[in-house]
């Protein structure tokens, strides 16, 4: 039987901030710049009073090649943002609207 919980989030956003040391053979998402991306977001996600929307900073996500990355759930939509202008997008389509953003959506495989 499935169980029927409450929905916290509306949208729960989680973005890799793993940082590992400069060479690293898998690299990390802060290497590649994550960090002022997941400021950006969490400025927008405040700066709309998007109450119904979290927000966590996680370590690995398993994707490094890939990142920086994030994924929003429910959905399970994975994007690979890259400028402060894809964080822009993400908010306003997906997390106001929700409408996802397919030119940023990864599709991810192990």
């Known amino acids: ?18 940082q590992r040391p400069p060479g690293h053979p898998r690299g990390s998402c802060a290497a590649k710049g994550a960090h002022p991306l997941w400021q950006r977001l969490d400025h927008k996600i405040q700066g709309k009073g998007l109450a119904d929307v979290g927000m966590a900073l996680t370590g690995c996500l398993g994707f490094c090649s890939a990142g ?5 759930y429910p959905e399970g939509v994975w994007y690979r943002p890259e400028t402060p202008e894809d964080i822009d997008e993400i908010v306003a389509s997906h997390l106001v609207n929700d409408v996802p953003v397919e030119r940023l959506v990864m599709v991810l495989t192990r």
Do not use: G, I, K, N
């Open 68 to 72: 920086p990355l994030m994924v929003v």
């Open 1 to 18: 039987m499935p169980l029927d919980l409450p929905r916290t989030f509306r949208h729960h956003v989680f973005c890799c901030a793993q």
